[in-house]
DNA sequence: CATGGGATTGACT
DNA sequence: GTCAATCCCATGC
C-alpha cells in the first residue's frame, strides 16, 4: 500500500493508503446523505491482521464488501438493532476499514432530529449507532461507492478551525482492545463517551465552526 | 437446522 | 452502576 494518495477524499486514492492514515485523515471531514451533513470527529480503524476486524476470519459473504475496492461504504448491525457505518480502504483483496463513530451536526439538524427523536444536538450523531439513524444510513447502503452514491464524503471547509486529534484504546470490542486505533477531535463536545484519556480535562465546545 | 455472540443504545436502579 | 432489545452471520451438529 502507498501513502502518497491524496489529501481529497472526493478522490479515489485518498482511500487506497494505510487505514490508519485514512483514520486520522478522516476527522474533520464531512459524511453527508443528501441534505443531512456532520462532521467527522471520532474514528477507528480496522484490519484484516488483527482479531477484532471482521475481516479476521477470512472472505465469507458478510466481509465480501471489506476485501472488494476501497472508497465503499461497508454497513452492518450491530447487537441486532444499530447500523454501523464504516469506509473500506487500502487495496482491493485487503479487509480494512474504518469506522465512523461520531459526527457534529452541521446540516440538516432538523432532519436528525426527526428521525432521533428531540434531543440535545450534541447528542444526535455522539456515537456510531446514532449517527447512522441521524443520516438515515441503513443495511441497504453496505457496497455503496462514495465517490458515486447517495453517501459522501467531503473535504473539511475552509472555515472550520483544525482538528485537535488525540489516539487512544478501540471500544466496545473484547479483541485487541489495547491497540490505539481510536481517533478523536478533542475539541469536540461531540465525541462519544467514554471519552479518550486525552480528552480528560478538556473542554469541548459544541461547534466545530472558528468563532465569529 | 439450532445456537451463540456481538465495532450499541437508552431506560432504569 | 445494571440490563434488555433484536438480528445477522458464522459455526457446529
Known amino acids: 500500500m502507498s501513502d502518497r494518495g491524496s489529501r ?3 478522490r479515489l486514492d485518498f482511500y487506497d493508503r494505510s487505514v490508519h492514515v485514512v483514520a486520522r485523515e ?3 471531514c464531512r459524511l453527508r446523505h443528501g441534505s443531512a451533513a456532520g462532521r467527522i470527529v471520532e474514528t477507528e480503524s480496522y484490519h484484516e491482521e488483527e482479531p477484532a476486524c471482521h475481516a479476521y476470519i477470512g472472505l465469507t459473504a458478510r466481509t465480501q464488501v471489506l476485501f472488494g475496492p476501497p472508497g465503499h461504504a461497508y454497513v452492518y448491525r450491530s447487537y441486532g438493532i444499530h447500523a454501523l457505518f464504516n469506509v473500506v480502504v487500502e ?3 485487503v479487509g480494512a476499514a474504518v469506522l465512523i463513530r461520531a459526527l457534529e451536526p452541521v446540516e440538516g439538524v432538523e432532519l436528525m432530529e426527526a428521525r432521533r427523536g428531540r434531543r440535545a444536538r450534541k447528542d444526535l450523531c455522539s456515537g456510531p449507532g446514532k449517527l447512522t439513524q441521524a443520516l438515515g444510513i441503513g443495511l441497504e ?3 455503496s461507492p462514495l465517490l458515486a452514491g447517495a453517501i459522501a464524503i ?3 471547509r475552509r472555515d472550520e478551525r483544525s482538528v485537535e486529534l488525540v489516539a487512544g484504546r478501540r471500544i466496545g470490542i473484547t479483541k485487541a482492545a489495547e ?3 481510536r481517533f478523536c477531535d478533542a475539541a469536540s463536545a461531540c465525541v462519544s463517551r467514554p471519552w ?3 480528552m480528560q480535562g478538556h473542554s469541548p465546545a459544541l ?3 472558528r468563532a465569529a
Open 154 to 156: 467531503e473535504p473539511p
Open 196 to 198: 479518550p484519556a486525552a
Open 8 to 10: 481529497d477524499p472526493r
Open 91 to 93: 487495496g482491493e483483496g
Open 179 to 181: 491497540l490505539p486505533w
Open 207 to 209: 461547534s466545530g465552526h
Open 141 to 143: 447502503s453496505n457496497g
Open 26 to 28: 478522516l476527522v474533520g
